[in-house]
RNA sequence: GGCCCGGUGGUCAAGCGGCUAAGACACCGCCCUUUCACGGCGGUAACACGGGUUCGAUUCCCGUCCGGGUCACCA
C-alpha cells in the first residue's frame, strides 16, 4: 500500500509537519529537576473531589520544584460539555488553592483564555496539530482509516451496555471483536477512495503491533514496578468530526507542551498500555507517570465504591454551603495525600499546608474512604487557631450568602460580636465549638434576641415552683458588676439557702440529703438566659448579653413558669 | 469473564526479615469542671487465608479468597 497517497487522501488540507510542531513548541528551559504538570479536565460539569486530588498533587510537584502547572482543557467531546463549565472548574479550583501559570485563564470578561507559549490550551482548538501527527503516522503505516459507523459500531458491542454484563460470552465476544478488527485492517485505496468520494466520515485508529502475552515493566511513581501487556487493540485516535480521543491528545499534547509528570487518576492504568505504545509509534519520550489512587465512599452492602457524582461530598462547591471552609478541606486532602502530613502540622501549627514538603514516596497506593469525621476535627481544629476578628470575617461572609438573616444580625454590632467570638478563644488550649460555619448559629444565636428561645428546657425532677424560686432570688442579688467569684458566691448562697448543695463534692458525697446541687441552680440561670442547657462560661454570656436582658430574659421566665 | 491494581484496628495509616505491631479520627471509661467546649489519663480494636523461602515472617515468593479499576468515535 502506498501510504503517502493514503495520508493525501485522508489529509489533503494538512501541510505542516511534525518537525514545524517542534519548531513551534521547543522544550522549556526550566532549571534541572523542574516539574511540568498540569490539570487537564473535561468541562463537563463541577470540580470532584476525586479531582482536586491529583490536581493538588500536581500543582505541589510542580511549584515546589519551580516548574510550571498549567490547565487544559480537554473539550474534545462536544456532546458532553456542558456550557460554562470550564469557568466554573477555574474559579472552584482557585478556592481550593490550586492556581495555574499557565494555560486556560479566565480573562476580564469571565471568558476563557490562553496564558503561555505552549497554546491552545483548549483541545478543541488544536485540530490541525493533532491532524499534522496523525498524518505522519498513516504515513508510516502506523494508522489507518476505519469508515464502520458508530450504528455498526454498536451491534457488536452489547457487552458495555450495563445491564448485559453479567450475561455476557466474553469468550465470544472478544473472539468476534478480534475478527471484526482484523477485517477492518483489510481494505485497498480504492475503498477509501470511494467512501471519501460517498462523503463517508472516517475514523482513524492505530495499527496496534502489540502482543498481549508479551509484558512491558513500567515504573509508576507512585504505584512502583509494574508490568504492563502490550497494546493489540486498534484504539480510535481521531474521532469522525477529526478531533481526537483522549488517548492521542494527551500523546501529543504532553509532549509538546512539555509535561514531565502526568498525574491522574488510576481508572487510566489499563490505558497505559495505548499511551505507551503510542507515544513509541510517535517517537516522544514518555513522561513520567503517578496514577493517584481514588476516593472511596462505602456502598448499601458495605463495599466500597468510587466516589461519584451524585455521592454527598462529591462536588467540591457543596462544601461551602456545608460551612467548611477551604483550608480545612485542603488540610484534610493533605492528610490524605502524605500520611506524615499530621505529623509536620503537628510540629508546625502556624505555617500554611503549603510549605509542608510533599514527597511522592508517602503516597497511599490503595483508595481511601472519604471521613467526613476527619475533616471535621481539621475543620474544628483550624477554625479553633483563628482570632476573633478572623472568624467574624469569615463567618460573616459566609453567613451573608447562606443565612442573609444571621448575617445582619452578626454584623448589626460588630464589637459585640466579636466579644462573643472570642470567649475561650486564644491561648493554648482554645475552645472548638465550631466544626462549621453552619454550627455558628445553634451555638450562639441566643446571644441575638430574635434567635433567643427556650429549646433545652429545664433540668429534669425539678417543679416550675423551683426554678421560679431560684430565678427570683437570682434576680434580687444580681449585679452585673460582681466579680466572677463575687456572682458565683451569690448562686452558692441562693443554693444553700433553697436546699440545694452548694459543694459539689458534699453532694456528691450524699446527694439524697439535699434537694439538689448549685449545678442546678446554675442550669436554671444558663436556661433562662440562653435558653439552652449547655453554653459557654454563663457569667462571661451574661457580661456580654448585658444586665438588662439578663434580667429581662430571666423576668420573662419567671413570669412564663408561674 | 479477560487484563491491571490492591488487602495492617470501624476509618486514615506507620512498618520495609527479629517491635509488648506507632500515631491520628471515631468510639468507650475516668479525671478536671456549676453545663458545654477544651485539656489530661486510660481502654476496646488489626497484620484476609493457605503454602513455601528463612534460624526467624506483617514484611520476600506462590496460590486461594476478598475488594477496586477497566474493557467506547467518554474522559
Known amino acids: 500500500m502506498d501510504y503517502n497517497r493514503l495520508a493525501e487522501l485522508l489529509f489533503p488540507h494538512i501541510t505542516t509537519t511534525p518537525a514545524d510542531m517542534e ?5 522549556r528551559k526550566l532549571p534541572e529537576g523542574a516539574k511540568v504538570t498540569r490539570f487537564a479536565p473535561s468541562p463537563t460539569g463541577f470540580v470532584h473531589f476525586g479531582g482536586l486530588f491529583p490536581s493538588t498533587v500536581a500543582e505541589r510537584l510542580a511549584h515546589q520544584s519551580k516548574g510550571v502547572f498549567y490547565l487544559r482543557i480537554e473539550d474534545t467531546d462536544a456532546k458532553r460539555e456542558v456550557e460554562g463549565a470550564a469557568q466554573g472548574l477555574i474559579k472552584t479550583l482557585a478556592t481550593y488553592g490550586i492556581h495555574f501559570d499557565e494555560g486556560a485563564v ?42 464502520t459507523t458508530e450504528e455498526e459500531l454498536d451491534e457488536l458491542q452489547q457487552v458495555n451496555k450495563k445491564e448485559a454484563i453479567k450475561n455476557t460470552d466474553w469468550q465470544a465476544e472478544a473472539e468476534s471483536r478480534r475478527a471484526e478488527m482484523l477485517a477492518r485492517r483489510s481494505f485497498t485505496l480504492e475503498d477509501v477512495e470511494e467512501n471519501l468520494r460517498a462523503g463517508n466520515p472516517f475514523v482513524l485508529r492505530i495499527l496496534a503491533n502489540g502482543d498481549p502475552e508479551k509484558k512491558t515493566k513500567f515504573t509508576d511513581l507512585v504505584r512502583g514496578a509494574l508490568e504492563i501487556p502490550e497494546n493489540d487493540e486498534d484504539f480510535v485516535l481521531l474521532k469522525s468530526d477529526g478531533i481526537p480521543t483522549y488517548h492521542f491528545a494527551h500523546a501529543v499534547d504532553d509532549h509538546l ?46 463495599n466500597k465504591k468510587k466516589l461519584s457524582k451524585r455521592d454527598m461530598g462529591a462536588n467540591m462547591d457543596d462544601y461551602t454551603g456545608m460551612g467548611y471552609s477551604p ?50 476535627d481539621v475543620s474544628k481544629n483550624i477554625i479553633s487557631r483563628m482570632s476573633a476578628d478572623t472568624v467574624y470575617e469569615k463567618l460573616t461572609a459566609w453567613a451573608s450568602v447562606f443565612d442573609p438573616d444571621f448575617a445582619a444580625q452578626l454584623t448589626a454590632d460588630p464589637a459585640y460580636t466579636k466579644q462573643i467570638l472570642a470567649i475561650g478563644r486564644g491561648g493554648k488550649k482554645p475552645r472548638k465549638d465550631l466544626t462549621t460555619w453552619v454550627d455558628a448559629k445553634p451555638y450562639m444565636g441566643f446571644f441575638f434576641d430574635p434567635y433567643y428561645e427556650i429549646v433545652d428546657g429545664y433540668p429534669q425532677g425539678f417543679e416550675n415552683a423551683d426554678v421560679v424560686a431560684a430565678l427570683e432570688r437570682f434576680l434580687a442579688t444580681y449585679n452585673a458588676a460582681d466579680t466572677m467569684n463575687e456572682w458565683f458566691d451569690k448562686v452558692k448562697a441562693i443554693a444553700t439557702e433553697l436546699g440545694y448543695a452548694a459543694d459539689m463534692k458534699a453532694y456528691k458525697a450524699n446527694p439524697a440529703d439535699f434537694r439538689g446541687s448549685v449545678a442546678d441552680i446554675s442550669a436554671f440561670i444558663r436556661v433562662a438566659v440562653t435558653g439552652k442547657q449547655n453554653a459557654p462560661d454563663l457569667y462571661t454570656v451574661m457580661q456580654i448579653i448585658g444586665e438588662e436582658r439578663t434580667r429581662a430574659r430571666i423576668e420573662a421566665q419567671i413570669n412564663n413558669l408561674k
Open 106 to 147: 479566565l480573562d476580564e470578561n469571565g471568558n476563557i483564555a490562553d496564558k503561555g507559549d505552549y497554546g491552545p490550551y483548549k483541545q478543541s482548538m488544536r485540530g490541525p496539530i493533532y491532524q499534522t501527527y496523525a498524518k505522519q503516522l498513516v504515513r508510516e503505516g502506523k494508522a489507518y482509516p476505519c469508515f
Open 23 to 27: 519548531a513551534k513548541y521547543p522544550p
Open 327 to 376: 483550608e480545612a478541606v485542603c488540610e484534610y486532602v493533605m492528610t490524605l495525600l502524605n500520611s506524615n502530613y499530621e505529623e509536620w502540622h503537628a510540629k508546625n501549627a502556624d505555617k500554611p499546608y503549603t510549605e509542608f514538603p510533599f514527597n511522592i514516596k508517602k503516597m497511599s497506593v490503595s483508595g481511601c474512604l472519604f471521613d467526613f469525621n476527619k475533616l471535621g
Open 257 to 302: 507542551m512539555g509535561t514531565t509528570h502526568v498525574i491522574r487518576g488510576e481508572e487510566w492504568l489499563p490505558s497505559l498500555a495505548k499511551h505507551i505504545q503510542l507515544f513509541s509509534y510517535l517517537g516522544f519520550k514518555l513522561p513520567k507517570y503517578m496514577h493517584i489512587s481514588q476516593i472511596m465512599r462505602l456502598d448499601e452492602n458495605g
